[in-house]
């Protein structure tokens, strides 16, 4: 018997979500504060504003009517943020306490497409896709200005950096750059060179000279006293932002001469340094590896020393300003999650497998990113080795790729191999030790990779190009995709799982096949092998989940409750429960011997293709097509000790509760009871002090004592024993006590007053109709009691002996 205790204590009651990563940029507009502590990023209908030292979101600001931002714009101070919706509203924000100060109309036609505050963090001017460009003073509450005359879309606004000068710069879609001034409330000139859309406008410290860029692969030196250009400089890809950079040598960026130098960033993906006067391209960053680096923002923090910028694919990076070395990465948007994985021996970091071609490798404690470049389309899945610090990916570039983290969290490639005709669809790694890995993919096949010593040998340290894998077998396993690999715990045995309906089973290394699992009405899309048991789990579309014994292949159990497709399923608690997700977004915890759902998590809005457990069992990591990867943490063990310390206090409450009772202390005895939240304590509290000689009076002071809180809780119980003919005295006596004492003002303020009354009144009628008809019938009785004439009884005969 204590065994079996045991064994029932070891299981999981529940998991609970420890740290959620969500998209927080979704694209558009990304700012730092001037102390380069806080980023600021669009994300949809929110502003999400993230702390950049541990990577989390400090806030997500949403305006009332819960419509897309379209701009926003933080003030030179940091103190105030101004959001812009499409619902045409200004909402004004006291950011750091995540609170709307100020909300007004937009005024606009149309949605504000552009916003900028003034150097004195005074002044607003929000540029509007109806053409106009006004200015708002968010001191005092009023618009100021109202420009028109700029065709189209208003894309960008920015103010002169000195404010004495009242200048502001706008640009339309006719790519001229329209110079008003706020005095005269008219426009000084148009400046016309442009041939598109200009991006981004910057000043000189003195004021004198401006920059802008545009996507016409030019970037325009001007002077603003002539307001004509002075310089054109060909930079030969779209530009999506340059900045100014400090007049002060800067031998890491070529900037050894003074004058006007300026980094770009555009289409090419490369930040690049320019001499104004000479034209020349004075330093180029390393190229990246891998696709989708064109930089869509960049931005300067003179005061943190910091260069922001941001990348198609909604990776955010801050570079050293000086330097150009890259001090941090973000992911801002990690799309379809397809897999996950716990990295390293103490599972410090996990490894996500979004809907691109890169990896993205997550310091769990700091967020801090990695992003891996290698393959060139999606990648499908991934699965790591005992040891954690080695781990593979497979992808629809009909590739695999062998990653190892060094003890500073820092990943490399070391191996790739090919060889698949298609996509490679799952990929296991050997559990022993780290001697091969099998992979499936949708050619119906798998192959068999032993990694070379040249990688398990812990002298060598590859460098360079990564090493080549050859498969050692391939073997025509299903007539469908082959959804699911797995390797047994000895290394003797492999599981495929295949859209053909069925499960096999193969000896390794020659991959014979031993037997084949039928059963599941749908494809299959997960098999694994039992830690502990030879036993096989399989997942499918049809919604079920089936173990199966490998002696016989017989079918063990079914386990029905997901209301789609079952797409993973993992062993923990020893192979005694399973952890199971689905296409219907729920995780579900299974303990096997009672083929029992003993939870259901549900934070994903969306199939959770990616799950993984830690090598503790106390924790779990899953991933889904709703972006969001979520960390779990077990905490069965924190609840039941909850659970006893609770069971512990009612105990002492209790015995306490008998005690006042006793000792005829019924105010503290109903308040003590009241606290405990147990309907029919309170109800034998109130019976007993009904049962006192002054019982009315006594009643009405101590339900008159109690608290606000407390009446309302008594009210809530009244309307349960109001339902039952036997408690409805003691619950009419308690509302006869509130509704002669209480004013009406305190009683509307009780919660839930309305439903209360509605529950009671059809009770209240009922129990007064059984009254009268009880009253009615003892005065009849009465009645023919007093009227009945009772015939006298006969005298007794006289005996005939007598």
């Not at 609840?639 to 000792?663: G, I, M, T, W």
Request: charged content about 20%.
């Amino acid at each position: 018997m204590a065994e079996a205790a045991a064994g029932v204590s070891r299981f999981k009651a529940n998991y609970a979500v420890q740290h959620k990563m969500e998209p927080f940029y979704k694209g558009g507009k990304v700012q730092l504060d001037q102390a380069g502590q806080h980023l600021f990023c669009m994300c949809g209908t929110r502003v999400s504003v993230l702390e950049v030292a541990s990577g989390t979101v400090l806030r997500s600001l949403e305006q009332e009517d819960q419509e897309d931002i379209t701009a926003f714009d933080l003030s030179p101070d940091d103190q105030v943020l101004v959001t812009a919706s499409r619902a045409l509203l200004l909402a004004q924000w006291a950011w750091r306490e995540g609170s709307v100060t100020r909300l007004w109309k937009a005024v606009h036609t149309a949605p504000v497409a552009a916003m900028a505050f003034d150097p004195t963090s005074t002044l607003l001017a929000t540029g509007g896709c109806d053409g106009a460009v006004r200015v708002w003073d968010v001191v005092r509450h009023y618009g100021t200005h109202h420009l028109r005359g700029s065709p189209g879309v208003v894309h960008l606004v920015a103010f002169h950096p000195d404010p004495a000068r009242l200048l502001l710069f706008s640009s339309a879609a006719d790519a001229a750059i329209r110079v008003w001034s706020l005095q005269s409330r008219s426009c000084l000139a148009v400046l016309t060179a442009h041939y598109s859309a200009v991006t981004s406008l910057v000043f000189s410290a003195d004021g004198h000279t401006m920059l802008s860029s545009g996507r016409d692969k030019i970037c325009i030196v001007w002077d603003l006293q002539s307001h004509q250009s002075m310089r054109t400089v060909p930079v030969f890809e779209s530009v999506e932002a340059a900045v100014l950079l400090p007049d002060k040598p800067m031998p890491e960026l070529g900037v050894k001469s003074p004058g006007l130098h300026f980094l770009t960033a555009g289409s090419q993906g490369l930040l690049r340094v320019w001499e104004a006067a000479s034209g020349q391209c004075v330093y180029t960053e390393p190229r990246p590896p891998g696709p989708g680096r064109e930089l869509t923002h960049c931005a300067l923090a003179p005061a943190a020393g910091l260069l922001l910028s941001v990348t198609a694919d909604h990776h955010v990076l801050l570079y050293e300003a000086s330097s150009l070395q890259l001090r941090k990465q973000f992911a801002g948007y990690t799309e379809e999650v397809l897999d996950v994985r716990f990295l390293g021996p103490e599972d410090s970091h996990i490894v996500v497998a979004s809907n691109s071609p890169c990896l993205k490798v997550f310091e769990l404690q700091t967020s801090a990113c990695q992003i891996l470049h290698g393959h060139t389309d999606i990648v499908l899945a991934l699965d790591v080795f005992r040891k954690g610090w080695l781990f593979a990916s497979c992808a629809k570039d009909q590739s695999i790729r062998l990653w190892r983290m060094n003890k500073a969290g820092q990943v490399a490639c070391v191996a790739q191999g090919s060889g698949h005709t298609h996509s490679v669809g799952t990929v296991c790694c050997s559990r022993l030790k780290e001697s091969f890995l099998v992979t499936g993919s949708q050619d119906c096949t798998v192959k068999l990779w032993p990694l070379p010593e040249v990688l398990l040998s812990k002298s060598s340290a590859p460098s360079g190009s990564p090493i080549l894998l050859q498969a050692q077998a391939t073997q025509r396993c299903h007539d469908k995709d082959i959804n699911s690999v797995a390797i047994a715990p000895n290394d003797k045995l492999l599981a495929t799982g295949s859209q053909d309906r069925t499960a096999k089973l193969w000896a390794l290394p020659q991959c014979q096949l031993l037997g084949v699992f039928s059963g599941h009405r749908r494809g299959l899309w997960c098999v694994q092998f039992s830690p502990m048991d030879q036993v096989l789990a399989t997942a499918s579309a049809d919604g079920t989940i089936k173990l199966w014994a490998l002696q016989d292949f017989s079918c063990l159990k079914t386990f029905e409750g997901h209301d789609a497709s079952v797409l993973k399923v993992a062993f923990v608690s020893r192979g005694t429960q399973l952890l199971s997700s689905g296409s219907d977004g729920l995780v579900k915890l299974w303990t096997i011997k009672s083929n029992e759902c003993v939870r259901t998590l549900d934070a994903h809005e969306d199939k959770v293709w990616g799950l993984h457990c830690s090598r503790l069992d106390d924790r779990a990591l899953t991933g889904g097509s709703d972006s969001r990867v979520i960390l779990w943490k077990d905490v069965t063990e924190e609840e039941q000790v909850q659970e006893q310390a609770r069971l512990e206090e009612q105990v002492v409450k209790q015995q306490e509760l008998d005690n006042l009772l006793h000792e005829r202390r019924f105010l503290r005895a109903l308040g003590l009871a009241i606290s405990l939240d147990r309907p029919h304590t309170v109800l034998t509290v109130i019976q007993a002090i009904r049962r006192d000689p002054e019982a009315c009076e006594q009643l009405e002071n101590t339900v008159l004592s109690l608290r606000h809180d407390q009446k309302e809780a008594l009210l809530r119980f009244c309307v349960t024993w109001n339902t039952n003919s036997r408690h409805c005295h003691e619950a009419q006596a308690v509302l006869g006590v509130l509704l002669r004492h209480e004013p009406p003002e305190e009683l509307l303020a009780y919660e839930g007053l309305q439903a209360a009354l509605e529950a009671l009144l059809p009770y209240t009628e009922r129990h007064f109709q059984r009254l009268s008809r009880t009253l009615q019938q003892a005065t009849f009785l009465d009645f023919l009691w007093h009227n009945m004439k009772l015939s006298p009884l006969p005298a007794p005969q006289p005996s005939e002996t007598t």
